[in-house]
């Protein structure tokens, strides 16, 4: 049964099976390596006894007998040791969907040229009687080379209950690959993880009102598809947009790669030898593609008010000239003869002592310079008036000065009993200088581990003859996962993976200290006083990340409560060839 089946186990004595990349029911879709080729290959399961068992065989002998380079192709499909399973080339690259989630929705004419190359290959299949009927992003594929590739042609959708030739389910989904492509939202028929396009009162809303600088045309195209009993559509009687050649030839036009055609003419509708043709009929007015997401408008179009881009007839006046600013020069110019250096301070009353010589007596009474330190109205003269002068904001300069460093010095004192508090350090002396009751946390002798797998297949394992390395004290070892094609998490296949160490018996616990190497890794952390055989209703008492730098992470633990059994729990894995991998070098519990 393909619920038995794991990974490493070797499927008709030739495909290895490396990483499960999805489930449908008791289904399954693996990433295998043909041993006898030497090449990676994607492979569908399914039971013998399944009722879709016979409709997943047909759908391969089908779609085996289309040749385009865009498929991937059907290599080997047999009935075998009480399972169905499909073979099928693998292509290394990016499906649509981790494209939009990783980098955001395309730029129109990209997404355009990418629907185009998948239209293309739908027209020729339905020329040929077959249908995908699963054309969701999940199934749309660029590989490393920039070729666009359609995974699972009419083996997913028979895998997925379907019945064959769903030619109108395949132009719907074409338009709604469009649509996601240049919104990042899924308007199409088939299911995929991609969040749904926005609706308005029951009908999908075009795609310039969900992003903007989408072309008209583009827009246009999609709103006639998905939206068919529209009233608003504008007829184009040059391609047929409900069948996949007409979309396909929309777009190669639009793209510019397609050679132009001439319309095919009715004998009915074409003019009597001698009669005055009609008068052409205006064009209707089309966008030409965004720049930098910038919308293209026509003064045709009466939704667009354009006037602000109606170039002048006039040009405007130049600006007027820079002035340049009046020369200051470096140095005060001397005064003029008979004028003292310094003037007065306004209100300061100066006259010359009586010792002082009669002319500088009356040369201070002429000009009332107060230039000498014993011309002042108070006898302290100017040296004496300018030293008495406070400077404007000095006192608010001098307190903000004393603030600051006063700040400082408590963060200082504050990072000093932070550190003295952390495990492993003499315990902190408190403010009045008792030394504090709380013991000093000492690393647990005779703990042993587990691996735990609760969400895996049965027998429910993960490497357990690894465990030990994960308990040895050598950060050189350790115990590490399988390698999954998806992260882990809410989008994944499971939200975690990890260990259960036992403790003996119950005890309280201060901290986990975890060593994470191969990259970024986020855990969390369980306990509970019965050996766990799943998370679900478990709390988290800690969690953390660590970086791609520094390996090491220690979880601090509540020291409230005793229990026998701690969980550390896999989250998030750094990336490897191939997927995603993690590893636990050390743990060391402190209590």
């Known amino acids: 049964m393909p619920g038995s089946i794991r990974a490493g186990d070797v499927l008709a004595q030739r495909y290895r099976l490396d990483d499960l990349l999805s489930e449908s029911g008791d289904a399954r879709f693996w990433h295998a390596f043909d041993t006898v080729l ?6 569908h399961i399914i039971a013998s006894t399944d009722e879709r068992a016979p409709r997943l065989l047909d759908a391969a002998r089908r779609s085996a007998t289309l040749v385009d380079r865009r498929i991937l ?20 690259g990016d499906s649509l969907d981790i494209t939009l989630t990783g980098a955001g929705p395309m730029a129109p004419r990209e997404a355009a040229w990418l629907v185009a190359e998948v239209a293309e290959t739908i027209a020729r299949a339905h020329e040929a009687g077959l249908a995908h009927g699963r054309l969701n992003p999940e199934n749309v594929l660029v590989d490393h080379n920039g070729e666009v590739r359609i995974i699972g042609f ?6 997925h209950g379907l019945p064959p030739g769903r030619r109108s389910t395949d132009v719907h989904d074409l338009a709604g690959l469009l649509y996601a492509a240049m919104t990042g939202r899924w308007a199409g028929t088939s299911t995929s993880r991609v969040p749904g396009a926005p609706q308005e009162q029951g009908a999908l809303l075009r795609p310039r009102r969900v992003r903007a600088g989408i072309p008209r045309l583009l827009d246009g195209l999609c709103d006639e598809v998905l939206n068919p009993y529209a009233a608003s559509h504008a007829s184009r009687p040059d391609h047929d947009l409900s069948t996949a050649r007409g979309l396909a030839d929309a777009l190669t036009e639009f793209v510019g790669d397609a050679p132009t055609r001439e319309p095919h003419r009715h004998p009915e509708t074409e003019p009597a030898i001698g009669s005055v043709p009609p008068p052409a009929a205006k064009p209707e007015p089309v966008d030409m593609p965004t720049q930098a997401g910038i919308p293209a408008f026509t003064e045709d179009d009466p939704e667009d008010d354009v006037s602000w881009l109606t170039p002048r007839d006039d040009r405007p006046p130049p600006p007027p000239a820079f002035a340049q600013p009046p020369d200051r020069p470096l140095f005060a110019p001397d005064p003029p003869r008979g004028q003292p250096v310094r003037r007065p301070r306004p209100g300061v009353t100066t006259t010359a002592p009586a010792s002082a010589p009669a002319a500088v007596r009356d040369s201070r009474a002429h000009t009332g310079s107060g230039f000498w330190p014993w011309e002042s109205g108070t006898g302290s003269g100017i040296l004496s008036s300018v030293a008495e002068e406070e400077v404007p904001g000095r006192n608010w300069l001098r307190l903000a000065m004393v603030v600051g460093l006063v700040a400082l010095l408590v963060v200082a004192v504050l990072a000093v009993l932070q550190l003295r508090n952390d495990d492993g350090d003499p315990a902190s002396e408190d403010t009045t ?20 797998d609760p969400q895996g297949d049965a027998p429910f394992e993960e490497y357990p003859d690894l465990v030990p390395l994960a308990l040895d004290g050598d950060p050189a070892t350790a115990w590490q996962t399988n390698t999954y094609n998806q992260n882990l998490g809410p989008g994944g296949l499971k939200t975690g993976v990890g260990l259960v160490l036992d403790l003996g018996s119950a005890k309280t616990l201060r901290s986990v200290r975890l060593t994470l190497p191969g990259g970024p890794t986020s855990a969390e952390v369980f306990r509970t006083g019965e050996v766990p055989t799943t998370v679900d209703g478990l709390e988290a008492v800690a969690d953390g990340s660590t970086t791609g730098d520094d390996p090491a992470l220690t979880l601090r633990l509540p020291d409230d409560v005793a229990d026998q059994y701690v969980v550390v729990w896999l989250t998030s894995l750094p990336p490897v060839d191939g997927g995603f991998r993690g590893q636990i070098a050390e743990v060391v519990v402190a209590g």
């Open 38 to 43: 030497t090449r990676s290959v994607a492979i």
């Open 73 to 92: 192709r059907v290599l080997d499909a047999r009935d075998s040791g009480g399972v169905v399973y499909v073979v099928n080339e693998w292509g290394s």
């Open 154 to 159: 009419g083996v997913d959708a028979a895998l």
């Open 433 to 452: 200088g008792q030394a504090r009751d709380r013991p000093r946390a000492v690393p647990l002798t005779g703990v042993t581990a587990q691996d735990f």
